[in-house]
């Protein structure tokens, strides 16, 4: 079945760094969707991404499709304490509703 | 309601037993999945309906986990003889998505139901 492979599992950085994490998918996607998931909360929507080499930005977050819609990638300009979470990509293949969820990016600031 | 509400927020049960978890999605969402998260894991997803039918049960790991929607709204997932592997968080998904849609857009998650299974 789709697997979707996010790494690295933990980041640790120093408030203002800049922050990626990255997810890779073992399928082509028709749309992949970032989600953030604070610490004792839900996941919560951030974005999705549904065409070739989509490039789409929110504030300091830059989110891209790769070109062959099989990876992308979430980027965070100078990270804040309000960042700190684990963020999730999930996928899901043409003509599927499943959406596979990565294992996510666990990020901690430290102020 | 103004998000996906699930009950219990807890649950703690012996070896054997049956438990029973309720999700009341946003009114109006067709579409209605059930996940299941375990400590430092992605949610794993179980079973996914539009309306009510289960369009998609694939992820269900075997006959001992049901889930019901039966009149498109609210859905119950049902485990029965829990087992210690059982203990998670359940969480309950809806979205806008219709049938034929392209694809499942924005998941709106509730706080989840934790399970243990003791």
């Known amino acids: 079945g789709q697997q979707v492979m996010q790494i690295p599992q933990y980041q640790h950085v120093q408030e203002g760094e800049d922050f990626t994490t990255y997810c890779n998918s073992s399928t082509t996607l028709s749309n992949i969707q970032w989600y953030k998931q604070r610490p004792g909360g839900h996941p919560v929507f951030l974005i999705q991404l549904v065409k070739s080499g989509e490039v789409k930005k929110q504030k300091r977050l830059t989110f891209q499709f790769g070109e062959a819609k099989k990876n992308s990638s979430l980027h965070i300009t100078a990270t804040q304490t309000t960042d700190v979470g684990t963020y999730f990509c999930a996928g899901s293949g043409a003509g599927s509703y499943q959406l596979t969820f990565g294992k996510g990016t666990k990020l901690s600031v430290i102020p | 309601g103004a998000g996906v509400s699930q009950t219990p927020s807890n649950k703690v049960t012996e070896k054997g037993k049956y438990v029973e978890l309720r999700c009341d999605p946003i009114?109006?969402?067709?579409?209605l999945y059930w996940y299941r998260q375990s400590l430092g894991q992605g949610p794993e997803f179980l079973i996914y309906f539009q309306g009510t039918g289960a369009a998609d049960d694939s992820g269900l790991p075997n006959d001992r986990f049901f889930a019901v929607r039966p009149e498109g709204s609210v859905s119950t997932l049902k485990i029965q003889r829990t087992e210690r592997g059982d203990s998670a968080v359940y969480l309950c998904a809806s979205s806008r998505r219709v049938a034929g849609g392209l694809n499942t857009g924005e998941l709106f998650f509730g706080e989840g139901s934790r399970l243990t299974v003791l």
């Open positions: 009114s109006g969402h067709t579409a």
